[in-house]
């Protein structure tokens, strides 16, 4: 069975590539806004940075300690999935370049306009050689590369402008960084947004840089280096500080090795084996781009725009509403009492969670609150409201995951705040990622001690909560609250083996309940029913477990948006199985898992992917969706995403995705559930007035 795989499997890496270039295909699509458009081409190109120092950066890692490691979906080795990698980016950077291009000359007509210097009128030349010589000239920090100056660090994702000098008999290469601390555009005198990028102003202006030289070859360069350092894989002394450990790690990140280099101009051959020497690369990790390295800028651009031209250049504004499932007049605690409630972000609002921990930290019956964090915004009324309570005497336990990828000096910073307000700061386990996303709530009521549990598949990140689509389920089930109190019991005390009866929790029974429920639905044959949602699927033991529901003929419906290393439709594997990827205006972010039909569906919800890093090697928690009520919302959901024939793309048997046919009526799920949200907005006072009505009518007035 185990070379079987392979005939209805594929790699995660170029499957994740296939993942970006949806994303790419969202700024190519001529109904999404222009900036939007500009937004998404940002989005996919921060994307392949980061592909390209976590994942190829781990392919060398592993090329360094087990260059024979077989791939078990796909059966290459980490020097085949690297070459295979090259090959597949270097025809996106082209697309990229094009896309960039197409969407740069139409906002052109709109007054926002990014320039070359050759483009500039003359009385703007002016004004950026002024500026130059002025604000830029006096701080920049230019080096030569010669015998006594040594070629320099070059930090990760840095851009900087070199070129070839020449003095006399002598020829040596010149490097100036774009300083950190200038803007990434220089902004052009008038009315409308125009703007030069800040590499090529220093560019056109390096003879003033470099004086006594001359100036060739003019280029700018930016490296991307590997990041993929795992602290708990580190020499840790009993003693050490994580916090301290994880300070270090980010100071190491600085100095990895380098795993590709982006240049502005094609290198002639001599500077291409020069900067292969000197980052220890070979040609194919080279690649030419066009457009800029950094983009972020287009971001603060859309928010310079006036009102009147920003709305056609960006989605029409979307607020996200209040639940119609929550109540003003009375606390969340004694709502959720009654009944439990599930929100849906970002067309539901976060608030009702956040007022319910900033009633609870007031609320003189409640004794604790303890909650997992592992993403948080920059500014963020979660930890505020935590701080509250903990000010108030509550006993406020925070578990907080230092080692969230690219967010661990964030959580550094929020850990510190934590503790000085006293709260209990904690971190986790060894080898063992705190994904979960758990708050728990204990109060006396009378003489006993009661519970309310929050379940999230998202962060606790307002923020995000406005940009990715997530459920939040707030429940007084006292077994809920039990299991999860057990939960945080065995938190404090580093035990991964608790024994759970309704949440099941990585790494110990969520694998191994998902597929024992997948088992049940194998038993009923065609009459097995699998809907389950997930942003990437790679554990081999699940993939084996839907093929196997798929011969058995249970029909098995997976929406998953990234990753996804099953493929559907394969003969005598995988015919009874779809796979349907969501890219669109908001990252889809929620895991849900469904089992059955009718009474006897059981869906869970929770913070797990079906990936071996998150069944094997992480802490999460998924939680079983008892309420009808709520059970109806989820199923909703699920059925409008499946039905989505807009923004839904369908994996084929060969590995390639296809957006469905466009029938009547069109169905983009996302502005479904806008839309519904908005809904119920204006259906509220209409239903107060017809009231009033009725109440002029009977007093006849």
């Known amino acids: 069975m185990e070379n079987d795989i392979l005939n209805y499997t594929q790699n995660r890496e170029l499957s994740w590539l296939k993942f970006n270039k949806r994303v790419l295909e969202e700024a190519q699509d001529p109904t999404v806004p222009l900036l939007e ?75 926002v306009c990014g320039l070359d210097f050759k483009e500039l009128e003359q009385s703007e030349k002016k004004y950026v050689k002024k500026y130059f010589k002025e604000q830029i000239l006096p701080i920049l920090s230019p080096q030569i590369v010669d015998a006594n100056h040594p070629f320099p660090h070059l930090l990760n994702k840095e851009i900087y402008v070199t070129a070839n000098l020449k003095y006399k008999d002598k ?51 930016c ?13 840790l002394e009993v003693n050490d500080d994580f916090r301290y450990l994880m300070k270090e790690t980010l100071h190491k990140r600085r100095r990895m090795a380098v795993v590709r280099l982006e240049v502005a101009e094609k290198l002639s051959e001599e500077m291409e084996q020069y900067f292969c020497g000197k980052f220890a690369i070979e040609p194919n990790q080279i690649f030419r781009t066009k457009m800029p390295v950094k983009l972020a800028y287009m971001f603060a651009i859309s928010g310079n725009l006036p009102e009147a031209m920003k709305r056609s250049l960006v989605y029409p504004p979307f607020t996200p509403q209040n639940s119609p499932r929550v109540q003003e007049g009375s ?13 849906y972000y970002p067309y539901e609002s976060m608030n009702p969670f956040l007022r319910l921990i900033k009633e609870a930290s007031t609320d003189p019956n409640v004794l604790t609150i303890k909650i997992t964090i592992y993403r948080l915004a920059k500014k963020a009324r979660l930890v505020e409201y935590l701080c509250a309570a903990a000010e108030n005497g509550k006993e406020v336990t925070v578990l907080i995951e230092l080692r969230a990828r690219f967010d661990e000096q964030n959580n550094i910073d929020w850990s510190e705040r934590l503790e000085e307000a006293g709260c209990r700061v ?18 006396r009521n009378r003489n006993e001690i009661q ?50 009866n309704r949440l099941i929790v990585a790494p110990t029974s969520l694998k191994q309940r998902v597929l024992y429920l997948m088992d049940e639905e194998i038993r009923k044959g065609s009459g097995g029913r699998i809907v389950m949602k997930m942003n990437s699927l790679t554990d081999v033991d699940f993939i084996e477990k839907v093929a196997e529901a798929s011969r058995a003929g249970v029909k098995t419906d997976l929406i998953v948006r990234g990753i996804c290393c099953i493929l559907p439709g394969v003969k005598d594997h995988t015919e009874n199985v779809t796979v349907t ?73 060969d590995g390639d995705y296809e957006k469905k046919e466009p029938t009547e009526p069109l169905i983009d799920s996302q502005v479904v559930f806008m839309q519904e949200a908005l809904n119920v907005k204006r259906k509220a006072p209409e239903r107060r007035q017809t009231f009033l009505e009725r109440i002029r009518h009977l007093f006849g007035k």
């Open 426 to 443: 904690i971190y986790g386990f060894d080898g063992y990622k705190v994904h979960s996303k758990v708050c728990l709530i204990t109060y």
């Open 37 to 111: 458009r500009m937004k998404f081409v940002a989005i996919f190109t921060s994307n392949l940075d980061e592909f390209f120092m976590i994942r190829v950066g781990s392919l060398f890692d592993m090329i360094q300690t087990d260059p024979n490691t077989i791939d078990s979906r796909s059966g290459l080795t980490p020097g085949e999935q690297l070459e295979m990698i090259f090959d597949a980016v270097a025809p996106l950077y082209k697309e990229r370049d094009k896309t960039y291009a197409e969407i740069k000359k139409q906002l052109s007509p709109y007054g």
């Open 451 to 500: 519970y309310i549990t929050q379940i999230g598949t998202g962060n606790y990140n307002e923020k995000t909560a406005a940009m990715y689509t997530d459920l939040s389920l707030m429940t007084a089930d006292p077994e809920i609250g039990k299991d999860a109190s057990e939960f945080f019991k065995n938190l404090s005390i580093s035990n991964l083996d608790g024994l759970y």
């Open 581 to 653: 990827s969501i890219v669109g205006r908001y990252l889809e972010h929620p895991r849900i898992f469904s089992f059955g039909t009718g009474a006897e569906q059981k869906i869970y919800i929770g913070s797990a992917d079906m990936m071996t890093r998150n069944t094997e090697k992480r802490v999460e928690v998924a939680c079983p969706v008892l309420d009808e009520d709520v059970r109806r919302q989820i199923n909703h959901y699920l059925k409008i995403m499946l039905t989505d024939n807009v923004k839904a793309r369908v994996l084929n048997s």
């Open 331 to 343: 606390t969340m605690k004694q709502q959720i009492k009654k009944k439990d409630i599930l929100l």
């Open 171 to 221: 020829s040596m290469q010149g490097i100036v960084p774009v300083p950190q601390f200038v803007s990434d555009i220089l902004y052009l005198p008038g009315h409308d947004i125009r703007y030069i990028r800040m590499e090529k102003v220093i560019m056109e202006y390096l003879n003033l840089v470099f004086e006594q030289y001359e100036v060739t070859d003019k280029n700018y360069i």
């Open 223 to 235: 490296v991307t280096r590997n990041a993929d350092i795992a602290p708990d894989d580190e020499a």
